[in-house]
């Protein structure tokens, strides 16, 4: 594997040594609860790494397909990602722990699972088409196994490739590579039932009632083994997840009648248990069901301004972590002076309340202008002091 033995910065520049001393203060800050501004941070998982593939032409159909290159992009942009000053990151030295690193087949997980068609193309992540499977398909579906069915034997294969090739093995920039994750999940049961029935499924809630409490359980229930098999033996007992990536789509009624029940008993006893809530759609008008229900202790991937985040704010109180983005349409096509404009009229008082609140870049998409996300940290830095 042919990687970096260096930074290409040096840490004791001035320009440098400037931007770390201001970013290691308003991390310190923040994570002593006196925030001094509102942070924006870059998302540390295995995924994040659109920029770096434009820097060097990454072709995605090779990234998916072979397991030491996918690594190595992993390393490389977490090495990049500390060499570009638009973040409060530490530049110029390693993660204080460990590189995030994984097997990387997302969002194509379960879909992949039950032999959904696999889309592999070149300057994007793997996409999936919906099987349209009839009711009665549904019902008779056999589930696959949570140990090697449809491409979960192909992550598993991955994952102890790179496990015994790289784990502990590996020493990258000063840190070992000491724990490759296996990549296991889904994006929700609901996303799931459209990947397999799809938007049928919602012309079944008022059709046949019984087969869509039927067929969503079938699919939370498969969800909730696979989960629990592949998770850290610390997190096996962990609350079951609300997100779920399909359900922007339905109504208030309707998430309360089919979706709703199905996390309360998954969750019976648990509901007082903080959980996290990623949700990147547009599923706003769904919040207050969700936190009359749960407690919530971080909302994550809120896109302004598709969602209105200052009534959310609300909604959920100053307690709750918002970590919110601007949306990509803006980041990536619009001008710097779009980016600056998202990020004063995003950052009212009321949002950010007493300080619970994080910017992120999302994925930083291949296309992102890095001009543009220069301008949205210095925008952050001059409009999110509190």
């Known amino acids: 594997m042919n990687l970096s033995t260096a930074f290409s910065i040096d ?26 501004r509102v942070l924006f941070k870059c998302s540390e998982w295995v995924g994040q790494h659109g920029f770096y593939a434009d820097e060097i032409g990454l072709d995605y159909r090779e990234y998916y397909t072979q397991p030491d290159l996918m690594l190595q992009v992993q390393l490389e942009a977490a090495r990049r990602r500390r060499e570009l000053p638009v973040h409060d990151l530490i530049l110029g030295v390693p993660p204080t722990e460990s590189w995030f690193t994984g097997v990387d087949l997302w969002p194509a997980v379960a879909p992949g699972a039950f032999d959904c068609e696999l889309m592999y193309r070149k300057e994007t992540v ?50 070992m590579v000491d724990h490759i994750q296996n990549g296991m999940g889904t994006s929700g049961f609901f996303s799931l039932a459209l990947d397999l029935r799809g938007e ?44 779920d990536h399909g359900i922007d789509m339905l109504s208030p009624a309707m ?6 029940p199905i996390l309360l008993a998954k969750n019976r006893g648990q509901l007082q248990v903080p959980q996290f809530f990623h949700h990147c759609g547009r599923g706003q008008h769904l919040f207050p069901i969700i ?40 980041v990536n096509l619009g001008t710097p002076d779009d980016v600056r404009y998202a990020v004063k009229t995003m950052l009212t008082k009321k949002l950010k309340g007493r300080g619970r609140l994080t910017l992120v870049t999302g994925d930083m998409l291949p296309g992102t202008k890095m001009e543009n996300l220069h301008v949205l940290y210095e925008a952050v830095k001059e409009f999110g002091g509190y």
Not at 237 to 242: G, M, S, W
Not at 255 to 260: A, G, P
Not at 311 to 330: F, K, P, Q, T
Request: hydrophobic content about 40%.
């Open 126 to 175: 793997i996409a999936n088409r919906s099987r349209h499977l009839s009711r009665e398909e549904c019902d008779a579906l056999v589930m696959p196994g949570i140990e090697d069915g449809g491409i979960i034997g192909t992550i598993r294969q991955f994952h102890e490739y790179l496990v015994g090739k790289y784990e502990n093995k590996l020493c990258y920039l000063g840190r």
């Open 291 to 330: 936190h009359r229900h749960f407690k919530l202790h971080t909302l994550h991937a809120l896109t302004f301004p598709l969602l209105d985040i200052g009534r959310i704010r609300e909604e959920v109180g100053d307690e709750v972590h918002i970590i919110a983005l601007i949306s990509d349409g803006i």
């Open 255 to 260: 998430y309360e009648k089919f979706i709703l």
């Open 11 to 36: 840490p004791e520049a001035p320009e440098i040594r400037r931007h770390n001393a201001q970013a290691r203060a308003a991390l310190d800050a923040f994570n002593a609860d006196r925030p001094t």
């Open 200 to 243: 049928e499924i919602m012309a079944d809630m008022y059709e046949d009632e019984a087969f869509v409490h039927r067929f969503l359980r079938k699919l939370a229930d498969w969800s909730d083994a696979l989960t629990r098999r592949w998770a850290a033996p610390e997190h096996r007992d962990d609350p079951f997840p609300l997100t």
